[in-house]
């Protein structure tokens, strides 16, 4: 039986591997489906992680996490964890190819996505131009022109945050209402360097070989078409989280998740459920960071650790 499972390899599983191992653990396997890194493996450019001084990709930064890792033991399995289940006082991971394997603790850090919204030229310039963070990635258009999609809470909150940064925000939405809170909308509202067009949609993002240059609009009422010149798109339209794993036969969840589908966790990322804790972007109130994200799974881990030793 192994000592802790961790699922996923993304910063918070590969840190928690780290600690686990060596913190002293000798059966800890790490089970990712795909190539280790996490999501941050897809961005062009990381420049807030602290004491790497250095831009780099996504993928040249997370290479040495798994090196590291596999230098204090940690295993990889590049395997689908399709259920996590609870049997007396174990775990049991279920894989894609019908295997089981039993586990003392768990770290589940699965991670998520942001939602596409498949507009033309949305892939083409995902990374030079077309972002979902506006934490990671606002300060690239300081005193710049940007647009934000979408209207909700996650979409006009980060429209406030991009107005301390950008000459103008330009808030793109759907529909005349808002998911957001009125509080925070009527914030937005009266900030001078953000404008609101509704009911709009995307055309067409455009640009060239520099990136983004700007968006053909249409007015969703009248179809009245626009054109607006930006150096940057923010899709802010959701959040998909990767809890697929915890969920049971019966459709319950095997810990307690609030609304959004993530999981609650208190400050050791510990669920409701002894042994099991969630680390990264899957857990409740995320902030969404490489950085938090690996601070996670660190703690996760020593919670793991001190959990293992008690149930001897
Ligand atoms: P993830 O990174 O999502 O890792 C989860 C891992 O679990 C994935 O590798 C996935 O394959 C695996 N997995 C999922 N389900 C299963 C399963 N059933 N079985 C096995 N494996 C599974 N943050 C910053 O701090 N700075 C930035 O500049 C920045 N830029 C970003 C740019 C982009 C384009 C994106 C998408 C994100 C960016 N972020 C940035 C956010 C950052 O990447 C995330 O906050 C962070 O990666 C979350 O780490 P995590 O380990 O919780 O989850
Ligand atoms: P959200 O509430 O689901 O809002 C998504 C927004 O994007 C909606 O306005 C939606 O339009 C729009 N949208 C979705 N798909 C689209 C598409 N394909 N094209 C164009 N627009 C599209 O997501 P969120 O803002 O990320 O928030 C998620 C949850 O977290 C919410 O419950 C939110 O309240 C919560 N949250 C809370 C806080 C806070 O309390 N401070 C902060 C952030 C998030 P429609 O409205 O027309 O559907």
């Not at 640009?207 to 798109?233: C, M, P, Q």
Request: glycine letters at 12%.
């Amino acid at each position: 039986m192994l000592e802790v499972a961790i699922i996923g390899g993304g910063p918070a599983g590969l840190s928690a591997g780290l600690y686990a191992t060596r913190g002293g653990l000798k059966d800890v396997i790490m089970f990712e489906k795909g190539m280790p890194g996490g999501q941050i493996t897809t961005s062009s450019e990381l420049e807030n992680y602290p004491g790497v001084a250095e831009v780099k990709s996504g993928f040249d930064f997370m290479a040495p996490w798994q090196e590291q890792c596999f230098r204090f033991g940690l295993k990889h399995e590049m395997a689908e964890v399709i259920r996590i289940k609870k049997k007396l006082d174990f775990f049991v991971i279920v894989l894609s190819d019908g295997k089981e394997i039993e586990a003392k603790s768990v770290i589940v850090a699965t991670g998520g996505s942001p939602k596409r919204s498949n507009v033309k030229g949305e892939d083409t310039y995902w990374g030079k131009g077309v972002s979902s963070c506006a934490t990671c990635d606002g300060f690239f258009y300081k005193n710049k022109e940007v647009a934000v999609l979408g209207g909700g809470d996650t979409a006009i909150e980060e429209s406030i945050y991009l107005a301390k940064i950008c000459s103008k925000v330009t808030i793109i939405h759907r529909r005349n209402e808002f998911r957001a809170a009125p509080i925070t909308v009527q914030r937005a509202k009266s900030l001078s360097n953000i404008e609101f067009l509704t009911p709009y949609g995307i055309e067409e993002i455009c640009g060239d070989n520099s990136g983004v240059t700007g968006l053909k609009l249409k007015n969703l009422e009248n179809n009245a078409t626009k054109e607006i010149n930006i150096a940057g798109i923010f899709m802010l339209i959701g959040y998909n989280v990767n809890n697929a794993v915890l969920m049971q036969e019966d459709g319950t969840s095997l810990c307690a998740m609030n609304e959004y589908g993530q999981a609650i966790v208190n400050l050791k990322m510990e669920t409701n459920i002894p042994g099991l804790f969630v680390a990264g972007d899957l857990r409740q109130d995320a902030p969404k960071q490489v950085v938090c994200a690996a601070s996670d799974g660190a703690t996760a881990a020593l919670g793991a650790i001190e959990f293992v030793e008690h149930h001897k």
